[in-house]
């Protein structure tokens, strides 16, 4: 399990608001790290004018990408070239925890944290007087999660549009100046040999299965094997033995099986949303008293095991339907494959080559009005991305 949970009192990182140290940084350092960490070794960069345009006439910018990697937020660095801006960042308050060295690097990127196991206020009115003051561009990624898929868009966050329309409703009360929203749609392109690329992981990953190497098999049925038999040990780990039924029936199985008992202790009952959106609310209670360090260590280990079954439901929700086929463009497979060894090993190895587009949509206009339940402005910032991403109305590529 990757550590998203930090059981500590919860602190605000400020961005930071210099430009000479982030621009050195990102010539040196961050076209390196996407070469070696993520295999990316080219990018493009289309409509970026859009954004300088707005920057010159003074609007506040809100750029809300797609997520499908974990290289997304040092993917940005291309669009910053592009734009002549440096950018600031929203970005979870685990990621600041994870080393001296990484803390100070993001910072210095722009990034300042945000608190997804409770009300961050000091992030809110950040992320507000960023787009108030139209300082830089800010980038908040709406899904809230990588979805480590080109063709699927998940759930966008609603908070989201509260912080454009509090910094809108601020910009017409001063000087009367815009908030804009460009959504902005990531792609991956993978530019090598597909069979050799995915060879040593799969046989790898079948080796930890006790198996021989499957190489008899063509690649397609040889990764659904693979995912089969890891969806069965989880299955004998938490239910005592394989279930029947196709692939996806049983892992909403596993996932209802995961999380309802836990909605029942902490939520008064199974939840509805995206799995995503039930885990995030699960993991705001569970953490409450942990943090505040009044309870037992049998009651700390309990919930550390909790929070590892959260875990397990969010990774298998995002294994998305009917994604895999015949016809599947090579990258649906090299991200499957890359999901089951993140799953097994909590990290996924580099597979250059790969290019990375970035498609700036145009600019949404946010409105200064608050509004009651679903929000319009986000459904036209979904819209956006998925005509930018060729998804259809469900979501999933065309």
């Given at each position: 399990m990757?550590?998203?949970?930090?059981?500590?009192p919860?602190?605000?990182?400020?961005p930071?608001?210099g430009?000479?140290?982030?621009?050195?940084?990102?010539?040196?350092?961050?076209p390196?790290?996407?070469?070696?960490r993520?295999g990316?070794?080219?990018?493009?960069?289309?409509?970026?004018?859009?954004?300088?345009?707005?920057?010159d006439?003074?609007?506040?910018?809100?750029?809300?990408?797609n997520?499908?990697?974990p290289?997304?937020p040092?993917?940005?660095?291309?669009?910053?070239q592009?734009?002549?801006?440096?950018?600031?960042?929203m970005?979870?308050?685990?990621?600041f925890?994870e080393?001296?060295?990484?803390?100070?690097?993001?910072?210095?990127?722009g990034?300042?944290?945000?608190?997804?196991?409770?009300?961050?206020?000091?992030s809110?009115?950040?992320?507000?007087?960023?787009?108030?003051k139209?300082?830089?561009?800010?980038v908040?990624?709406?899904?809230?999660?990588?979805?480590?898929?080109?063709d699927?868009?998940?759930?966008?966050?609603e908070?989201?549009s509260?912080?454009a329309r509090?910094?809108?409703?601020?910009?017409?009360?001063?000087?009367?100046?815009k908030?804009?929203?460009?959504?902005?749609?990531?792609?991956?392109?993978?530019?090598?040999?597909?069979?050799?690329?995915?060879?040593?992981?799969?046989?790898?990953?079948?080796?930890?299965?006790?198996?021989?190497?499957?190489?008899?098999?063509d690649?397609l049925?040889?990764?659904r094997r693979?995912?089969?038999?890891?969806?069965?040990?989880?299955?004998i780990?938490?239910?005592?033995?394989?279930?029947s039924?196709?692939?996806?029936?049983?892992?909403?199985?596993?996932?209802?099986?995961l999380?309802?008992?836990?909605?029942?202790e902490?939520?008064?009952?199974p939840?509805?949303?995206?799995?995503?959106?039930?885990?995030?609310?699960?993991r705001?209670?569970?953490?409450?008293?942990?943090?505040s360090?009044?309870?037992?260590?049998?009651?700390?280990?309990?919930r550390?095991?909790?929070?590892?079954?959260?875990?397990?439901?969010?990774?298998?929700?995002?294994y998305p339907r009917?994604?895999?086929?015949?016809?599947?463009?090579v990258e649906?497979?090299?991200?499957?494959?890359?999901?089951?060894?993140?799953?097994?090993?909590?990290?996924a190895?580099?597979?250059?080559?790969?290019?990375?587009?970035?498609h700036?949509?145009?600019?949404?206009?946010v409105p200064?009005?608050?509004?009651?339940?679903?929000?319009?402005?986000?459904?036209?910032?979904e819209?956006?991305?998925?005509?930018?991403?060729?998804?259809s109305?469900?979501?999933m590529a065309?």
């Amino acid at each position: 399990m990757q550590e998203v949970v930090v059981d500590q009192p919860y602190q605000f990182v400020p961005p930071h608001r210099g430009g000479l140290l982030p621009r050195l940084l990102g010539k040196l350092l961050i076209p390196r790290l996407l070469r070696q960490r993520y295999g990316i070794v080219d990018s493009e960069v289309y409509g970026a004018e859009k954004i300088r345009a707005a920057i010159d006439a003074g609007h506040g910018i809100l750029i809300t990408p797609n997520h499908p990697r974990p290289a997304d937020p040092m993917a940005l660095y291309p669009l910053c070239q592009a734009t002549r801006s440096l950018f600031y960042a929203m970005a979870s308050w685990h990621i600041f925890m994870e080393g001296k060295l990484q803390r100070f690097v993001i910072r210095m990127m722009g990034a300042f944290s945000i608190y997804r196991e409770g009300m961050d206020r000091a992030s809110l009115q950040c992320a507000m007087e960023i787009l108030e003051k139209a300082e830089r561009p800010l980038v908040i990624f709406p899904e809230g999660a990588v979805s480590r898929t080109n063709d699927l868009l998940n759930p966008l966050m609603e908070g989201i549009s509260t912080i454009a329309r509090g910094a809108a409703r601020k910009r017409a009360a001063g000087d009367g100046g815009k908030v804009v929203i460009f959504p902005l749609a990531f792609r991956y392109h993978f530019e090598g040999q597909i069979e050799e690329t995915l060879e040593p992981v799969l046989s790898q990953i079948e080796q930890r299965l006790s198996w021989a190497p499957q190489r008899q098999l063509d690649l397609l049925p040889r990764v659904r094997r693979v995912g089969l038999a890891l969806l069965g040990l989880k299955e004998i780990e938490h239910l005592g033995a394989t279930q029947s039924g196709d692939l996806f029936t049983r892992v909403d199985r596993l996932i209802d099986h995961l999380l309802h008992p836990l909605e029942e202790e902490w939520l008064d009952g199974p939840q509805k949303g995206s799995v995503v959106q039930r885990s995030k609310k699960l993991r705001q209670v569970i953490l409450k008293g942990m943090v505040s360090g009044n309870i037992e260590d049998s009651e700390r280990e309990r919930r550390w095991q909790q929070f590892s079954a959260l875990y397990l439901a969010q990774q298998l929700s995002l294994y998305p339907r009917g994604y895999l086929s015949e016809d599947s463009p090579v990258e649906r497979l090299l991200e499957t494959v890359e999901r089951f060894e993140e799953d097994l090993t909590d990290v996924a190895r580099a597979y250059p080559p790969q290019r990375v587009t970035l498609h700036v949509c145009d600019p949404i206009e946010v409105p200064a009005e608050k509004v009651r339940g679903e929000d319009p402005l986000m459904q036209l910032v979904e819209s956006s991305l998925k005509a930018a991403l060729g998804l259809s109305d469900e979501g999933m590529a065309r």
